[in-house]
């Protein structure tokens, strides 16, 4: 019989002459991927399904989500709650400068309902992002805008999957004088203010999938609601097709100093009821902006300390640092509202739909508006541009999806066709002897963001390995037959000036994708499970 003592020694002695497992194998969790309905868009639904089969090869369980698009934007920016979204940021004119896209990467936007929503943060990035935006000479700032691209390319945030190319067709018997812009096609602010009817009817017909995801200016996130928004809710400037800056409001705009901007106001302005607009409104509408909770203008806003009312038409912006593109890109995207009538209103984001006031100053006013099915503006005739205006008003058609809206403009239900095309029915629309087809190259891209908050998703060799999974020139190819660039980095290779060709590109690689996971750490189970 053993004694005690000798019992407890033999125990111990066993157990350590066994092998220790420090780490338990895990399989790596279930991976969703939201994305949009068929109907909506039918390339970024197929592109989550070739992702997906992809990333099964490297054994993970992977889900594809479609879901509706205004349903996706509020899991995306307002709540954050998703593992891997694909998404788009479209080429609007502003966007060329490179502070938008780059600040969809400072940690400052990872707050909710800002453009960062996956949450990468470098302090790195953060700290050069800060330097170009002070930088006002700008063979300088490339240099620190190519940096910003070096530095955050290795941390595979996001994978761009592609620039695609903007291809809309328009009715040209009814319309002429449609200008084109990059990024932005036929559905730009300029259009409207320039086309010109070639028979009895005046009025400029859209026709696009998707409703504004809100019309509320202290609210909205997408395009779509912003197009929209600026024909009615004028700027202090407005950028040309050719990216030159246009005073339009404002009847000069002077850099006292490198903080301090000084901005005067057109005499005779008048929003839509009637009232004047003066430099009250103006710095109304900045304060109003930043004291709010709505992160969609933070890069841009970011620079702005405070705003001063010299007289009844001038205003100072004092800038905590300065900034180059505040003058021209913060200037021209930030709507003027009614002091007059926001003033009153303590919780503009919880405003009701039929509460949400639509007077602005713009060249168009506010005619009606009904939700997933139509829209519609007034000239304005007493702007200061009506009198180069031709059209009377502008209607927005909605549909349920693209081919909805191909119909449309080949019946002539609709002169223009907002959103892009398929691949399939560009060909018809070059056939149609009605139509005139528009091509233009896209600064904007497709995306597919890991929130980085994530288990796993927050390691750079995870992102980097899924990254080197997707076969980006596969979907040009297949999905877009060939219309478009393979993504590589925020700043598209058509944006020259500011583009770094010579970032690293994680490009398709499987079996190096599979050495980056093994190298992490990872392994396969006997089934070919990943784990960890």
């Known amino acids: ?24 194998q895990t399989a790596v969790e279930p991976i969703e991927i939201l994305t949009t309905t068929e109907a909506y868009d039918p ?29 996706l934007l509020g899991k995306f920016y307002d709540q954050q709650d998703f593992t891997v979204t694909i998404a788009g940021w479209s080429g609007r004119v502003d966007r060329l400068d490179p502070q938008f896209y780059l600040g969809t990467l400072n940690s400052a936007n990872a707050v909710m309902g800002a453009n960062n929503p996956g949450g990468y943060s470098n302090p790195e990035f953060d700290e050069v992002f800060e330097a170009q935006s002070r930088e006002f000479d700008q063979a300088k700032r490339q240099e620190l ?32 004088n449609m200008n084109a812009m990059a990024g932005e096609a036929l559905y730009s602010e300029w259009v409207p203010m320039e086309a010109k009817p070639l028979t009895d009817r005046t009025t400029l017909r859209y026709g696009g999938p998707q409703s504004p995801d809100n019309i509320n200016p202290m609210l909205a996130n997408t395009v779509w609601a912003w197009k929209w928004m600026r024909l009615y809710y004028d700027r202090l400037v407005r950028l040309t097709p050719d990216v030159e800056v246009k005073n339009w409001m404002a009847e000069s705009v002077t850099a006292i100093d490198e903080t301090t901007i000084e901005v005067k106001l057109r005499e005779g302005l008048k929003f839509h009821d009637d009232m004047p ?51 021209s890109i913060t200037l021209s995207q930030i709507s003027i509202l009614p002091k007059h009538i926001w003033e009153k209103i303590e919780n503009p984001m919880e405003l009701a739909p039929a509460d949400i006031p ?14 997933g099915e139509f829209m519609k503006l007034d000239k304005f005739e007493d702007h200061f541009h009506a009198d180069e205006i031709a059209v009377d008003s502008v209607e927005f058609q909605i549909f349920a999806d693209s081919e909805g809206v191909f119909t449309a ?9 907002a959103w892009r095309m398929e691949a399939g029915q560009i060909p018809l629309a070059e056939a149609n002897e009605n139509l005139q087809v528009i091509s233009v190259p896209d600064f904007g891209y497709y995306h597919l963001t890991y929130n980085t908050r994530k288990p796993h998703f927050d ?35 058509v944006n020259a000036f500011w583009h770094n060709a010579f970032t690293e590109r994680l490009d398709f690689d499987m079996d190096g994708a599979k050495a980056d996971l093994e190298a992490a750490g990872y392994s396969w189970s006997s089934d070919g499970k990943l784990q960890k």
């Open 145 to 176: 805008v190519h940096k910003l691209q070096e530095i955050s390319a290795p941390d595979a945030p996001l994978a761009i999957l592609f620039h695609r190319d903007e291809v809309v067709a328009y009715n040209k018997n009814n319309f002429e």
């Open 277 to 327: 607009v003066t430099s009250a409104d103006i710095k109304f509408s900045y304060d109003y902006l930043v004291a709010s909770d709505y992160g969609y203008f933070n890069s841009y806003l970011a620079a702005l300390d405070s705003v001063e009312i010299v007289d009844d038409l001038t205003v100072r912006f004092h800038l905590n640092a300065p900034s180059a593109p505040f003058a």
């Open 459 to 493: 390691d750079v060799a995870f992102r980097r390995a899924l990254t080197k999974a997707i076969d980006r020139e596969r979907i040009v190819n297949v999905l877009l037959d060939g219309r478009g660039e393979p993504g590589s980095s925020v700043i598209a290779p």
């Open 43 to 71: 390339i970024r639904y197929e592109g989550a399904y070739m992702i997906a089969e992809a990333w099964k090869e490297l054994g993970l369980d992977v889900t594809v989500s479609p879901t509706e698009f205004s349903t």
């Open 358 to 371: 639509t007077v602005g100053s713009g060249p168009f006013k506010f005619n009606q508006y009904t939700l």
């Open 409 to 417: 403009v080949q019946t002539g239900q609709i002169d223009v066709t």
């Open 1 to 24: 019989m053993f004694q005690k003592g000798r019992v407890t020694q033999l125990v111990l002695g066993l157990a350590l002459s066994m092998p220790v497992a420090l780490h338990a």
